[in-house]
């Protein structure tokens, strides 16, 4: 029973740096209706220039985090200006390809730069466990799920209340409308991709001081699929419990696997079997809105 | 008829619009080019007949990724997993005794087989949802070769004879050649009809409108399912082909970069084209071999740049792609069309 105790709340961990992950791809859907298929590269990007400035030029870690998110904020400018927004109006394969083609040379970039081999961050957070419930859990764990949490609450109620916020549900909900009343469609588009990249980024540099990061982290963003099709593509609120709720049953699963099945590496896989069911069973997720036809 | 031909083609009935080869002249084009290519092994060394061979699997694969993609308008992220399973199916097949001109048949149904279930959902998935749900089944097929170690050997991969005929072994790139070469045609001319006939004309209605299409009489879940099964089918002979022709398979050369390469091709070639799949096959093919090329000749300027090789290549594929996609979004076919149709004036500009 502790072994399942234990897998739920190293799921919950892994969960929540999905649920950053699929934030960022949630709220570029939302607002540009793109489906980004570079969001593990934005991830792996994120940590590898937090890692850069912190370990190869020396930055305190709290400075190189920050200058890490305005390099995001540039980045996002530039991927929506150079490769997004020449496809605006193509068809959804065009979109889906060009942000893989992203992903590519992303990923050769930080190749080329870094090279493949696994590069560790300093110690940031003390290492003596926190107990909870009786488990040991190392307190960069429990930063990462505050950190996440607190990142949803700020975009909450950024949607919620600020009028730049309202202008980027405006867009979502309909471009046209929103635009006749004065919206500027192009800054909320660059906009949204500034977020993703910010909020991708965090989970980058969480992740590096988790695990220590390498050229494949960008297979993170594969996770990010099951995340957001169970939680609704266009749905917040889905994306922060679809990323949870994936975190904990792909560890779980693993678990049963492993004791009753003798399989090794399910978790691969096992997020990607539950979404095809949720995408049998109820195709639009828990929180997304339905695309309703009528003929 | 032959009249007709003088200036332009005129036709005065639907089958002649209806045809391959409309012209006498694109006949004729064709068979010297086929008969040259039938000369090639002959005429250039053994490295640039491996490219060859590599490229006919490459078409047989574009030619049925366009069938399901470009024609039928049904995005699949799990194109390079459905041709594992052929290549896993006929190396296996063969493992049990059935000569290879049984096993790749027997392998592509299982393929279509295998496809066609993955193509369930299509009925109430479009765009994103069902290349998501494809996406699902590139990942479960690729844990399926790598796990299910008594059929596919796991990691250690999985050793496939050479085919058989009249007791000689097509063992060497020569004899393969012509084998590669024969399945690329057969595919090639079997796709092209298929699009002349009612099925063909039934995936292109669901591409453009899949409302008016079911409002024509189109059964739209038959249809769909039946693009899965015949592409998934061809994608099984391509995988078939190339385990007989590489000799030993392992799983992560069925991982998510072929289905992304696969997907290139037809991109970049042009979006429900056969002849646009053929292009972006080459093109796709020789990209590599180009770059490491420049690279190799480059290294007396840039004694280290072998060491980025490896992100060079992903990082110029995925630049090639970009580009591509913003400036050249009909594909290498719209521009091949674009120069008959200058030189069909020349030297009149209208």
């Known amino acids: 029973m502790e072994y399942y105790l234990h897998l739920f709340i190293n799921g919950l961990v892994v969960g929540s740096i999905y649920s950053l992950v699929a934030l960022g791809f949630v709220i570029i859907y939302k607002a540009t209706k793109v489906v980004n298929f570079a969001q593990g590269e934005l991830v792996m990007v994120g940590a590898y220039v937090c890692f850069a400035l912190t370990v190869q030029a020396h930055i305190p870690f709290i400075w190189s985090f920050l200058l890490t998110l305005a390099f995001s904020v540039i980045l996002g400018l530039c991927v929506e200006r150079l490769v997004l927004r020449p496809l605006i109006g193509e068809p959804i394969i065009s979109v889906i390809m060009v942000t893989v083609g992203l992903s590519s040379v992303l990923k050769a970039l930080v190749q080329v730069i870094w090279g493949t081999q696994i590069r560790v961050y300093p110690q940031v957070l003390p290492n003596e466990p926190i107990m909870i419930m009786g488990l040991p859990v190392a307190p960069v764990y429990i930063a990462a799920f505050v950190l996440s949490a607190l990142l949803f609450t700020i975009f909450s109620l950024f949607f919620k209340f600020s009028s730049l916020g309202i202008a980027m549900r405006a867009t979502a909900f309909d471009q046209q409308a929103a635009q006749s009343m004065g919206i500027g469609i192009k800054n909320i588009f660059a906009l949204s991709w500034c977020i993703a990249c910010v909020v991708s980024s965090i989970g980058g540099i969480i992740l590096g001081n988790i695990n220590g990061i390498n050229s494949q982290l960008g297979t993170l963003g594969l996770k990010v699929f099951p995340a957001v099709i169970l939680g609704g593509l266009d749905s917040l609120l889905g994306a922060a419990l679809g990323g949870l709720i994936i975190g904990v049953l792909e560890n779980i699963s693993d678990g049963l696997a492993k004791e009753f099945l003798n399989l090794g590496g399910f978790k691969e896989v096992a997020s990607f079997i539950i979404l095809i069911l949720i995408l049998m069973i109820k195709p639009y997720g828990l929180f997304g809105s339905k695309e309703v036809e009528r003929v | ?350």
Not at chain 2, 143 to 157: D, K, Q, R
Not at chain 2, 322 to 337: D, Y
């Open chain 2, 1 to 350: 008829m032959s009249k007709a031909n003088k200036c332009g083609l005129f036709f005065t009935s639907y089958e002649q619009e209806a045809q391959l080869f409309p012209s006498k002249f694109q006949k004729i084009c064709l068979g010297l080019f086929l008969i040259t290519l039938c000369l090639c092994p002959y005429l250039l060394d053994t490295y640039i007949i491996s490219l060859f061979n590599l490229i006919f699997i490459a078409v047989i694969g574009a030619v049925s990724l366009n069938l399901l993609t470009g024609c039928c308008g049904q995005i699949s992220l799990g194109h390079g997993a459905f041709i594992g399973v052929g290549a896993y199916a006929t190396g296996y097949l063969m493992q049990l005794g059935l000569s290879f001109w049984l096993a790749l048949p027997m392998a592509g149904l299982i393929t279509a087989a295998v496809g066609m279930i993955f193509g369930i959902p299509s009925l109430r998935l479009k765009g994103i949802y069902l290349a998501i749900a494809t996406l699902a089944a590139q990942i479960i097929l690729e844990y399926i070769f790598l796990h299910w170690e008594g059929v596919t050997g796991g990691s250690n991969g999985l050793p496939v004879d050479s085919p058989q005929i009249f007791g000689f072994f097509l063992d060497n790139d020569i004899s393969m050649f012509y084998l590669l070469f024969s399945f690329a045609v057969i595919t090639t001319l079997a796709v092209s009809n298929l699009l002349r006939t009612k099925p063909g004309r039934a995936f292109v209605a669901i591409r453009d409108f899949y409302l008016s299409a079911e409002i024509m009489g189109i059964n739209l879940f038959a249809y769909k399912l039946m693009a899965f099964g015949v592409s998934s089918f061809f994608a099984g002979l391509a995988g078939g082909l190339w385990a007989t022709y590489s000799m030993y398979i392992t799983p992560e050369q069925f991982g998510i970069g072929l289905s992304i390469s696969y997907l290139a091709m037809i991109i970049i070639g042009g979006m429900g084209s056969v002849l646009g799949s053929i292009m972006g096959a080459v093109f796709i093919t020789l990209l590599p071999e180009g770059l490491s090329w420049i690279s190799g000749s480059l290294s007396n300027v840039f004694p280290d740049i072998s060491t980025y090789l490896l992100g060079l290549k992903e990082g110029v594929f995925g630049l090639i792609l970009i580009l591509f996609l913003i400036f050249e979004p009909e594909g290498l076919v719209h521009r091949w069309r674009l120069i008959k149709a200058y030189w069909k004036l020349y030297p009149f500009a209208h």
